[in-house]
């Protein structure tokens, strides 16, 4: 796998079937190593390890519903409320980041209604903070540190 713009973090791998898997913390199993799954295990750690979210407020790759279709979502950090602080959104490093990407995780917060949004290519991050009272979203130069 190449090299993202991240820090280097260390995983664990297996090989199975020809096919190589990634140690995942939060669904604590192996998953089949893909250019998408190596920015996911990387924006994973990069959010444990240096924005300090506990890994207990984190979740990976579960469904949710978006006008009735079932969607999935790539990442959430969660408040300890419950309420949801941040969805993330990745994508391969060979897929540009684009409008489409944006309007992709903005409908999946038309139902989880989170506070900041990441989309990430591991190569290119961006950040945004929702203004629900006016009804758009401010681009940040990065998220903000977990803090309570």
Same mark, same amino acid.
């Given at each position: @796998?190449?090299?993202?713009? &991240? *820090?280097?973090? $260390? &995983?664990?791998?297996?090989?199975? %079937?020809?096919?190589?898997?990634?140690?995942? %913390?939060?669904?604590?199993?192996?998953? #089949?190593?893909? *250019?998408?799954?190596?920015?996911?295990? !990387?924006? /994973?750690?990069?959010?444990?390890?240096?924005?300090?979210? *506990?890994?207990?407020?984190?979740?990976? %790759?579960? $469904?949710? +519903?978006?006008?009735?279709?079932?969607?999935?979502?790539?990442?959430?950090?969660?408040? *300890?409320?419950?309420? /949801?602080?941040? #969805? =993330?959104?990745?994508?391969?490093?060979? /897929?540009? #980041?684009? $409008?489409?990407?944006?309007? $992709?995780?903005?409908?999946?917060?038309?139902?989880?209604?989170?506070?900041?949004? @990441? =989309?990430?290519?591991? @190569?290119? !991050?961006?950040?945004?903070? @929702?203004?629900?009272?006016?009804? +758009?979203? !401010? &681009?940040?130069?990065?998220?903000?540190?977990?803090?309570?």
């Amino acid at each position: @796998m190449i090299k993202l713009n &991240f *820090p280097s973090y $260390q &995983f664990r791998f297996k090989n199975s %079937e020809n096919k190589t898997a990634i140690f995942d %913390e939060l669904r604590k199993k192996f998953i #089949i190593l893909t *250019p998408e799954e190596w920015v996911r295990q !990387h924006t /994973i750690q990069y959010l444990i390890q240096q924005k300090n979210y *506990p890994k207990q407020l984190l979740n990976a %790759e579960k $469904q949710l +519903k978006v006008n009735g279709l079932t969607r999935r979502y790539d990442i959430v950090a969660y408040n *300890p409320d419950g309420s /949801i602080n941040l #969805i =993330v959104e990745c994508k391969a490093p060979s /897929i540009r #980041i684009t $409008q489409d990407t944006f309007d $992709q995780i903005a409908r999946y917060n038309l139902a989880l209604k989170a506070e900041q949004l @990441m =989309v990430t290519n591991g @190569m290119n !991050h961006y950040f945004c903070e @929702m203004d629900y009272e006016l009804e +758009k979203y !401010h &681009f940040l130069r990065e998220i903000s540190s977990y803090s309570l």
